[in-house]
């Protein structure tokens, strides 16, 4: 047996499972992109083992080669799974085949662990205006000097300063208290308690370990921005790498509001003159002025130079030609207020830990504020900016690539290895749009900066929808880079274990969400399968109005379930902890439940799903990258909205079925799926389910389980 094979043998022994065709068929590819140096894309589904399948060649390679190799997850649940389960018990495992235990360490932001600076600093009352430090000198009696209180004794006791260890989580504003970011750290040779810095004990762990797990927005920060704060290695894994361009996308958005200028003058009243607070003060009231003036008599619309809108510009909002005096005069008092620092520093450059601090954050306020203003005067020809306004909220002007496959393509896909993971990487039945938004694949019409007809390739379909894959002459000249693909599949049987209802005699949805017919439906089938439902919505709106019906049709109906219902700010965790707890309840929610929601059992027999999760219309990045891709003579509906609405709807579907044991059904309220042109492209992205559209079917199938399971 190879020393592959031993490893796996023990610990699959040690972990009391059993070897799993598609697990052995991925372990083995990721070895070999590893030893020979080529980038992998590996689909492996649920229950597939995938996280040893890459985990243990990821070992076995950093100790052989005395390297590292890095594990980068999208969610921080992952994360934990991965450092906190799966990583010591392989690790336990391997020790007597290897002859050494191997090392793990992880590798997150800074703010992730309390600043013992920050926690040790000065005890001056704070200044007016500043949240953060409010939040620690609160009046004892009230919540958050209680929170605050429980938050320093914790800190004073732990060996980590990891707020991952801390339970309940802190709130937010004592948390920024006594946490600094990456860029307000005066740096571990200028601080006191540098030598007792939790982070700075965390990095020098990892750069003696074989694997260091870290996040999607680390790594962009490495390999995008510049920054090295990953230890030297050999090798990237990307699990759930279908979140990976939307992560960077949002690593690369930017944000300007009059707050963040208020802000920056409260920072620098502490390290410059009054003068520079009352110029920072002047610029935001004039900023604040002129967005609110902007959101009152405009809709909220896409930002972009008129000289790029061509014949469209009559359906974007102009606006951004008025903020340029206002954006010019920002910049000029940001600068002044960055010299002024920068004087201060050289003139007095031995002050104490808290004065540098000051500055530093100072200067990290000022420098955001510049370099956004800076973006804003000149848009590059692939940025998108808008402005954004919502109830109770200032508007904020934001700034953001349309793509980020070419930042992937260039920074990311060198020579290192990079094999990226995931359940979902196939759409439409092809690894190629995942592959194009990572930028192995030359990009869609309209979206690369200089536009060349031979580098675009336009998704083919045939007459029943269904995308046509490239014959190899033609993958060849659009491939950027060399790349493998794999799908192993799963050891689910779709087909036996679930059923794909699709409510084709309803009428399509409209722009008002749900209506009454679906409302009908989605209490039919609720009721039928006495509750154990996992509700997906595309709108609050539309979650709104289905709990508040539910929760009148329900107990009329006769059903005594909990109704768990998503409201914007909560803790997902906590509310898929109590559906999973309660067996026959209903949970409602919207974007962040469609992915990584994982409750296998009865809990979750049943997933409704009100509609095909095509991007809103008044979406600013999607909505400028469909119009872009339409300007260049191509589909932005087949080329963006359609990939999109597949991820999100294989995502989805993919809550139902989390064990071999498990069964029930997936209903989707929309006809759409069933007529439209496109619905061969969108089911091929699902689970390979037994289908119906017939509502008489799709009712005895779910009452006849929800009737075994309530036995």
Not at 585 to 599: A, E, F, N, R
């Amino acid at each position: 047996m190879s020393k592959l094979d031993k490893s796996l043998e023990a610990v699959v022994s040690t972990l009391g499972g059993e070897k799993r065709d598609g697990q052995i068929a991925m372990l083995n590819a990721v070895d070999e992109a590893l030893r020979k140096k080529h980038h992998l894309l590996v689909q492996a589904g649920t229950g597939t083992g995938k996280s040893v399948a890459y985990l243990l060649p990821s070992i076995l390679y950093a100790m052989e080669k005395d390297t590292c190799v890095i594990i980068s997850t999208a969610t921080l649940a992952l994360q934990q799974q991965l450092v906190g389960r799966d990583l010591p018990r392989i690790a336990d495992a391997l020790e007597p085949v290897l002859g050494r235990r191997p090392r793990f360490a992880v590798a997150k932001g800074r703010h992730h662990y309390i600043c013992k600076a920050r926690l040790n600093g000065s005890t001056d009352e704070p200044e007016d205006d500043d949240d953060d430090q409010a939040a620690l000198f609160a009046a004892p009696s009230t919540r958050l000097g209680k929170e605050a209180k429980r938050v320093r004794t914790w800190a004073y006791k732990t060996k980590t300063g990891d707020r991952e260890e801390l339970e309940p989580s802190p709130d937010p504003r004592v948390w920024r208290a006594l946490s600094v970011a990456g860029n307000e750290c005066v740096g571990a040779d200028k601080c006191r308690w540098g030598s007792e810095c939790f982070t700075e004990q965390v990095r020098a762990e990892a750069l003696d370990a074989d694997v260091v797990i870290t996040n999607h927005a680390m790594l962009t920060i490495h390999y995008i921005d510049g920054h090295q704060l990953l230890p030297e290695h050999s090798a990237v894994i990307v699990d759930e790498g279908h979140e990976l361009a939307d992560r960077v996308t949002g690593q690369a958005t930017e944000e300007l509001t009059s707050s963040m200028l208020e802000r920056a003058a409260v920072k620098c009243r502490k390290v410059l003159g009054p003068e520079h607070q009352m110029a920072l003060e002047e610029a935001a009231h004039d900023l604040r002025l002129l967005l609110d003036e902007f959101a009152q008599s405009n809709p909220r619309r896409i930002v972009m130079d008129v000289a790029e809108m061509g014949e469209g510009a009559a359906d974007f909002f102009v606006g951004l030609r008025a903020l340029v005096p206002t954006l010019t005069s920002i910049r000029d008092t940001v600068a002044e207020a960055l010299a002024a620092i920068s004087t201060a520093a050289k003139t007095d450059p031995e002050v104490e830990t808290e004065v540098l601090a000051a500055r530093s954050i100072a200067k990290v306020a000022l420098t955001e504020i510049n370099d956004v203003s800076g973006r804003l005067l000149k848009l590059k020809d692939l940025d998108v900016a808008w402005l954004e306004r919502g109830e109770g909220r200032a508007p904020v002007v934001r700034v953001a690539p349309l793509v980020v496959s070419h930042l992937l393509s260039e920074d990311l896909f060198g020579d290192v290895p990079i094999v990226v993971t995931s359940a979902t990487l196939t759409l439409g039945g092809s690894f190629e749009p995942i592959a194009r938004s990572l930028g192995l694949v030359a990009p869609e019409k309209g979206l690369v900066d200089e536009p060349d007809e031979d580098d675009f390739v336009d998704p083919e379909w045939d007459e029943d929808g269904n995308a046509v894959a490239p014959t190899p002459a033609d993958a060849s000249s659009k491939f950027l880079h060399q790349w493998e693909s794999l799908d192993v599949g799963t050891p689910f049987d779709a087909s036996s274990q679930g059923v794909l209802y699709i409510a084709k005699h309803l009428p399509p949805p409209g722009r008002d969400g749900l209506g009454d017919e679906q409302l009908a439906e989605l209490t039919r089938l609720v009721i039928a399968a006495g509750g154990r439902t996992l509700a997906l919505f595309s709108s609050w709106r539309a979650v709104e109005k289905a709990a508040e019906h539910l929760k009148t049709a329900m107990p009329a109906a006769g059903l005594d379930a909990k109704l768990l219902v998503q409201r914007r700010g909560d803790v997902v965790a906590d509310l898929v902890r109590q559906f999973a707890k309660d067996t026959t309840s209903v949970l409602l929610g919207t974007v962040s439940l469609w992915q990584g929601v994982d409750v296998p059992g009865e809990s979750c027999s049943l997933v409704i799903i009100d509609r095909i999760p095509f991007p809103r219309p008044d979406d600013p990045l999607h909505a400028a990258r469909q119009q872009r891709v339409d300007r260049a003579g191509g589909s932005g509906f087949k080329s963006v909205a359609v990939p999109r609405a597949a991820l999100l709807l294989a995502q989805g579907a993919g809550r139902l079925l989390r064990s071999q044991q498990d069964r029930g059904m997936v209903a989707v309220l929309d006809s759409r799926l069933a007529t439209a042109g496109y619905a061969n492209f969108l089911l091929q992205s699902m689970p390979d389910f037994w289908r119906t559209t017939d509502p008489d079917t799709a009712t005895a199938a779910i009452s006849r389980l929800g009737a075994s399971l309530g036995s």
